[in-house]
């Protein structure tokens, strides 16, 4: 049964949703934009079902008690910062890492950053940041797919008027309905909330995506990436394998968005489980 926490640490109170004993081996699920923990609602079941402690934060600006006005602090090495305090005050000195969208590129940057604390990483949709920086500069087709980054590091203000308008048309039309409606329902009530939009758009201000890069990762690494994802190209997922030197399995889902965690739930849950299984130790 998921449970829901608060998980106290020196930025603040973050929310979390979490399943599975306690002293079960520690999985932390990091969220992408504009979405939040209940994403990984299914993953969660599924791990703490296995035996596996899985807990998913809303993450810095999502949960209401860690969500500062200023943009610089939506750095990176804030947000790696916030996946480490978690992870102390969670008792785990290592722990298995997943993330999606955003939620990879920071567990990617963990992952290189911090090796010694994780045990395994999963990246969903996000490539390796090195790769995914050169195909931002260099590939016209990522660039055509990532244009809408312009109007999310826009000022502030501007881009959460777009979003927002028409009963947040732009945002449903991002989802494009791969999503289940309580999700959509429950993001959109969310981000309506006050600052709430401006602090996730603050990870795309305070972060210029081209120019982000990651150490080769040297911890078992399972990469997802979809045909049909819309904001991801095949340059930078292709070119993943050369950025990790550990073991390394990459899996293309045919057909499916770049939704993955709620509109393959089961597909992704069952690679997720096989690679944590894999790699144990």
């Not at 997943?98 to 490539?127: E, I, M, N």
């Amino acid at each position: 049964m998921t449970e829901h926490l608060g998980i106290s640490t020196a930025a603040g109170t973050f929310d979390a949703i979490a399943a599975g004993p306690e002293d079960g081996r520690g999985v932390l699920l990091l969220h992408g934009f504009p979405e939040a923990a209940i994403e990984w609602t299914e993953q969660v079941d599924a791990l703490g079902r296995a035996g596996y402690r899985a807990v998913a934060p809303d993450q810095r600006g999502y949960s209401p008690s860690v969500r500062p006005a200023d943009v610089r602090d939506y750095q990176l090495t804030d947000l790696t910062g916030d996946v480490l305090a978690i992870a102390d005050e969670l008792g785990w000195r290592r722990f298995d890492l997943v993330g999606h969208d955003w939620g990879a590129a920071v567990a990617w940057q963990v992952a290189g950053d911090h090796p010694d604390r994780v045990r395994t990483l999963t990246a969903v949709s996000v490539p390796h940041p090195t790769p995914f920086g050169e195909a931002l500069r260099e590939d016209e087709d990522q660039q055509l797919r990532s244009h809408y980054i312009q109007t999310y590091r826009s000022s502030a203000g501007t881009a959460e008027k777009q979003l927002l308008a028409e009963d947040a048309l732009a945002l449903r039309r991002a989802f494009d309905y791969k999503i289940p409606p309580s999700h959509l329902s429950e993001y959109l009530t969310r981000l309506r909330e006050e600052g709430a939009l401006t602090a996730a758009l603050n990870w795309y201000r305070a972060n210029p995506l081209p120019r982000l890069t990651a150490p080769v990762i040297t911890v078992p690494t399972l990469y997802v990436w979809s045909t049909e994802d819309v904001a991801i190209g095949s340059a930078a997922a292709l070119a993943t394998d050369k950025w990790v030197s550990a073991a390394y399995r990459f899996e293309m889902l045919e057909d499916i968005s770049h939704w993955v965690p709620e509109e393959a739930p089961e597909l992704l849950t069952g690679l997720l489980l096989e690679h944590l299984t894999q790699f144990s130790q």
